[in-house]
């Protein structure tokens, strides 16, 4: 029969400075299984096993008001809308269609819109760029989906030699004939543009993943068998605020995105309609819809519905951009200050601009893009 010794070992007590009660609760002893390898880990052991954590400072929460949806760009959005005409998301890869030039006219929608149905809506049948104008007083096209870039272009150096540089170096895909060709589904864009106020542009394209996984139920194989679709409005418009917040949304944007699903179920907004209504018409009824400043709908118009001649002047990027172009000194204005028109009026911008028509959706475009280039090489052309 074996006989087990057991050793007992003894453990030497050492008193240790006091400890702010407060930090008592968190403290956790240090394991000293080995001596120390150096004198650093020396000193450590000398005075204390345990690290006090500090106290950090309380912060005060203040209560504020839902903020509106901004009248300026974040810079995530103007990357999304400045870049190629398709963003990449899991429901919007480049498009692989054939390109086939159709009527345009830089007024009216250019972009072939989507409807929930599954059918594509244009401004003009693909037949002949010599067809009557239509009983509804649309305008007759003037030119063609690819040509529409290349006079466009043209006649902005026209009329300002200046930009030339900037539009060499910078091709605008958005309206080219490949952006032209891409189909937009309005409510997803609309609704995509509401999910990106304010966030970044990796949060925006997580929370839009998110949302459209609550409609696409993951197959046993995995995400990758899944063809990802953006819900229809009538889908959205039955779900509660709260199942749509499971996407990441605030409760205010999971309203505004509900809103405006019912508004397009209902046939309030169409697909129809954005292709067929006036600038104007266009402006009054999305301003219409909570969530949808004045600002978000200018550029829907110009980069979703690919209308050409959009101006927006409240959109500091293309007041900076134009206070470059013409000359001004941008960072002693910013220095300065001077609130929303520091860099130039109203007034001064829709002047200035007016020349441009009617391609003037495709000038804010530059605007944004002129400071990427040497400005005095542009002023000095």
Excluded at 218 to 237: D, H, K, T
Aim: proline residues 9%; contains cysteine; aromatic residues 6%.
């Amino acid at each position: 029969m074996s006989t087990r010794r057991v050793t007992r070992s003894t453990t030497t007590t050492r008193l240790q400075p006091p400890v702010p009660s407060s930090a008592a609760s968190v403290l956790k002893p240090q394991k000293r299984s080995k001596p120390p390898r150096n004198e650093g880990e020396a000193e450590r052991l000398l005075h204390g096993p345990y690290d006090v954590p500090s106290t950090p400072p309380t912060k005060k929460t203040r209560l504020s008001a839902p903020a509106p949806p901004p009248v300026t760009p974040t810079p995530a959005l103007i990357g999304l809308m400045s870049g190629l005409h398709s963003t990449g998301d899991i429901d919007d890869p480049l498009p692989t269609h054939a390109l086939a030039s159709r009527p345009a006219e830089p007024h009216l929608t250019n972009a072939p819109l989507k409807t929930p149905g599954g059918s594509r809506l244009t401004a003009f049948p693909a037949e002949g760029i010599d067809a009557s104008p239509s009983k509804s007083g649309k305008p007759r096209p003037t030119t063609t989906t690819g040509q529409l870039l290349d006079e466009a272009c043209a006649h902005l150096i026209a009329v300002e030699p200046k930009l030339k540089p900037v539009i060499e170096k910078h091709r605008c895909q958005i309206f080219a004939p490949e952006g032209l060709a891409e189909e937009v589904d309005p409510f997803r864009s609309l609704s995509s543009g509401i999910m990106a106020q304010q966030v970044s542009g990796a949060a925006a394209s997580s929370i839009k993943k998110k949302f459209i996984g609550l409609f696409n139920e993951v197959p046993a194989g995995g995400e990758e068998l899944i063809e990802w679709r953006f819900p229809a409005p009538s889908q959205v418009a039955a779900c509660e605020v709260e199942y749509l917040r499971k996407a990441g949304l605030s409760g205010r944007k999971a309203e505004y995105i509900k809103g405006l699903a019912e508004k397009f179920a209902s046939g309030e907004l169409s697909a129809k309609m954005l292709v067929d209504a006036s600038y104007e018409e266009v402006l009054e009824k999305l301003t219409a819809v909570r969530g949808l400043g004045k600002w978000s709908v200018e550029m829907f118009a110009c980069f979703a519905l690919k209308r050409m001649d959009v101006f927006s002047t409240g959109d500091l990027g293309v007041q900076r951009g134009m206070a470059a172009l013409t000359g001004k000194d941008v960072k002693k204005l910013k220095a300065k200050g001077g609130g929303k028109w520091k860099y130039m009026s109203e007034a001064e911008m829709l002047a200035y601009s007016e020349r441009f028509a009617p391609y003037r959706s495709l000038f804010m475009w530059y605007m944004w893009r002129i400071e990427d280039v040497n400005v005095e090489a542009i002023q000095n052309n």
